[in-house]
């Protein structure tokens, strides 16, 4: 029970297959380390055969030699060490008689035996009877003939068995070789599939994730360590989206904070209108006509509308809500955010909006006046006693990113936009940090004066719309931001709003 559970358990783990990758590696290593080891077993058997026949057939030899020498000079000595050699050939092939059946026959090894006998004969002869060696020389030369003939048909052909038997072995061992390789390649693409593809397919959806195209990631297999990778990842993402809205909601409470003085000085002229209206009918209470009342009313009826609207509008951005793209009334809702943080702006600065009455745009107000109060208050900051800031509107038909450092999904984008600049004339913003200023925490304020996430936000809320962010600008001459926002079919332009040119 426990080695099943054991081998389900390494199945579906990366540890499993890569383990089982190196122990099928290992066993087709072994299983061909065991084959050439039978191999060279059976080559070696055959390299001492071969030296057996070559024994033998050298022994013969050895006969021939002093065979030759005994005719030649009549020498005991001679006779005596062929005598020996005789004897040393016959234990051979006594010894060796079932080696050798593996390179001659039965038929061809009793010949041999047959032969050395009557060699041996032969020979015995000389040394007991006396003879002499010109009688006998002929049958004994014929005889050792035929011996050495044997022998050396055995060694060569032992001889070609082992140069056989070396080229098989040379050709085996090529294809055990090209045979592992193959089945270590399929193994190594094995493992591939079952490891390297769910990380690729990690990776495929982390940068759907960095793309905003996918809010979490789904685990591409079964194995534990992927499904812990995912759920550790998956519950980063998670803290990491609640660590975001609160960084936004602190700085939508930091920007509501901001709007109160604005929204107190719009507040005071509705109220002043309805304190002097209420004054002149106290005065003239009994004394003026109905219709003069009636018009007295009707004011204090206005103004008490029209600060029950600011109070809404500033109700409406300041309650957290689900994003919802609506047909949105630009130039009022960007009216309305200047009205809000007029309290920031020098008396003499100038606010200046070049927009469209009739544009609207696809979008959630409440977010996208985050956006304008933002880039407002930023516009602000570095203005002089008397500057100026100018937002505009327009639809483009582009092909093309902005001008500058762009930022967002949409900046590839082909089509209608609409795009929205606010520019200001101060003293603009350093090349240097250019590139840095959407970045997260990022300010050039002092120490509690900022936390350095406007811009930021700025860019995550224009990302969510599908839009782009882009910032251009020259020291001492000022900077303008420009935001794209995809045009879609619900919105309805004048037809003097239009310009079909691919930038500004």
Do not use: W
């Not at 080559?43 to 013969?60: F, I, M, N, P, S």
């Not at 010109?134 to 082992?162: C, F, H, K, N, T």
């Not at 509107?393 to 600049?421: K, N, Q, Y």
Request: net charge negative.
């Amino acid at each position: 029970m426990i080695p099943a559970i054991r081998e389900a358990v390494l199945r579906h783990s990366l540890r499993g297959k890569i383990t089982f990758g190196y122990y099928a590696v290992a066993a087709i290593i072994l299983v061909a380390s065991l084959f050439f080891v039978g191999e060279l077993r059976t080559l070696e058997a055959r390299v001492v055969l071969g030296q057996r026949a070559t024994d033998l057939y050298d022994t013969v030899l050895e006969i021939r030699r002093f065979e030759r020498n005994y005719f030649l000079h009549h020498q005991n000595a001679d006779l005596e060490e062929n005598l020996v050699y005789i004897k040393l050939a016959r234990s051979m092939l006594s010894a060796n008689r079932t080696d050798f059946l593996a390179i001659a026959t039965q038929t061809r090894l009793d010949e041999l035996h047959t032969l050395l006998d009557d060699y041996h004969r032969q020979m015995m002869a000389f040394s007991t009877a006396g003879q002499s060696p010109l009688e006998q020389e002929p049958r004994v030369r014929s005889l050792g003939q035929e011996l050495v003939a044997i022998a050396e048909d055995m060694a060569g052909s032992e001889r070609r068995q082992i140069q056989t038997t070396l080229a098989s072995f040379r050709t085996l061992l090529l294809g055990v070789i090209l045979a592992m390789a193959l089945l270590i390649v399929v193994i190594g693409r094995a493992l591939s599939q079952r490891v390297v593809r769910p990380l690729k397919e990690m990776e495929a959806s982390v940068a759907a994730i960095s793309a905003n195209r996918r809010e979490s990631l789904s685990a591409p297999s079964n194995d534990r360590e992927i499904i812990s990778i995912i759920a550790a990842f998956n519950h980063m993402l998670k803290e990491l989206d609640v660590r975001q809205k609160s960084l936004m909601r602190s700085e939508r409470l930091a920007s509501l904070g901001t709007m109160l003085s604005g929204v107190a000085h719009e507040l005071n002229n509705p109220l002043s209108n309805i304190s002097t209206s209420c004054q002149i009918l106290q005065e003239e209470a009994g004394e003026c006509d109905a219709a003069t009342q009636r018009r007295y009313l009707d004011q204090i009826d206005q103004q008490t509308e029209r600060a029950r609207h600011i109070v809404r509008s500033l109700l409406d951005f300041s309650r957290e809500r689900a994003f919802r793209k609506e047909p949105v009334p630009l130039r009022q809702l960007v009216a309305q955010t200047v009205g809000f943080v007029r309290g920031e702006v020098s008396a003499k600065s100038v606010v200046r909006l070049a927009i469209p009455e009739e544009m609207t745009v696809q979008a959630d107000a409440q977010r996208l006046q985050q956006v304008f109060v933002n880039l407002i208050r930023n516009a602000m900051e570095g203005l002089g006693p008397e500057g100026r800031i100018l937002i505009s509107a327009r639809i483009l038909h582009v092909s093309e990113p902005p001008e500058g450092t762009a930022l967002g999904e949409g900046c590839e984008r082909d089509g209608e936009v609409v795009e929205i600049c606010v520019a200001d004339d101060g003293p603009g913003i350093a090349p240097d940090i250019l590139p840095r200023i959407f970045d997260p925490f990022f300010t050039t304020r002092d120490v509690g004066h900022g936390m350095g996430l406007g811009l930021f936000v700025v860019y995550e809320i224009v990302d969510e719309h599908g839009g782009c962010i882009a910032v251009r600008s020259t020291p001492g001459e000022g900077a303008t931001f420009c935001i794209r926002l995809p045009r879609e079919a619900a919105d309805e332009q004048p037809a003097g709003a239009r310009e079909d040119k691919g930038g500004q």
